[in-house]
């Protein structure tokens, strides 16, 4: 167990309506990223953190914005959600020495 | 822009049986690969790494081999059981100094099997 949460875990929202997701982790680990899931795509790389207010696009960061102003803490913002934001997001974390990734349960979000 | 297919999509076998995921990757230049497990409705949990200069890693009834020049890795599962069925992924890290970790998953092959 990796000590990672996701908050919401579930969550239903309308069109036009701004949405946070919450990645916190217990390891105080250097590395987290953002993936969203949808079928037929695998996973997606949305954007990513290498430190306190270190951050980057990934491959699909089109109408998602994140900070991260603590270590434990990489939050996900969807500014104005669209139906085609409706995904499952993942938060994974990488310690600094090591390559593998671990991953938190999950955030469903649905956007009507 | 880096590209992984896994093939199967689906594959449904038999308890006991010996089996073989496929993974394909376009850029060579590869720092890692990894193969991850995840059940229904859960996050995904790693099971093998390979390093770039590696060929193979094993844990337990899996085998992983990474052919970097073909762009080609393989998951072997020996005598597969009902507790592995899962949807298994491939990904693949960057090399470079600022690729980060960051990862570039294939879709994924579901595995049944049954008693």
């Known amino acids: 167990d990796a000590g990672i949460t996701q908050s919401p875990r579930h969550k239903v929202t309308e069109t036009g309506t701004p949405v946070t997701l919450r990645c916190h982790q217990t390891e105080n680990h250097r590395y987290m990223y953002w993936y969203r899931q949808d079928p037929g795509h695998g996973l997606r790389l949305i954007h990513y953190?290498?430190?306190?207010?270190?951050?980057d696009k990934g491959e699909v960061s089109d109408g998602y914005s994140v900070s991260r102003s603590k270590t434990e803490d990489f939050l996900l913002t969807l500014e104005s959600a669209t139906s085609s934001q409706t995904s499952v997001y993942f938060c994974?974390?990488?310690?600094?020495?090591?390559?593998?990734?671990?991953f938190g349960p999950g955030t469903r979000l649905l956007v009507l | 822009k880096q590209e992984v297919t896994q093939i199967p999509a689906a594959l449904s076998v038999p308890e006991g049986e010996n089996l073989v995921l496929n993974c394909s990757f376009t850029?060579?230049?590869?720092?890692?690969l990894q193969w991850f497990r995840q059940d229904p409705g859960k996050g995904l949990t790693s099971l093998l790494l390979i390093q770039s200069s590696q060929r193979e890693q094993t844990s337990g009834r899996l085998n992983a081999s990474l052919d970097k020049s073909s762009g080609r890795s393989t998951l072997y599962i020996a005598a597969s059981q009902p507790g592995d069925s899962a949807t298994y992924l491939c990904a693949v890290s960057g090399a470079g100094g600022t690729s980060y970790g960051k990862l570039t998953f294939g879709q994924g092959t579901i595995l049944t099997v049954h008693p």
């Open positions: 850029d060579s230049a590869i720092y890692n």
């Open positions: 994974a974390i990488k310690p600094a020495t090591q390559e593998t990734q671990y």
């Open positions: 953190s290498y430190g306190v207010k270190d951050t």
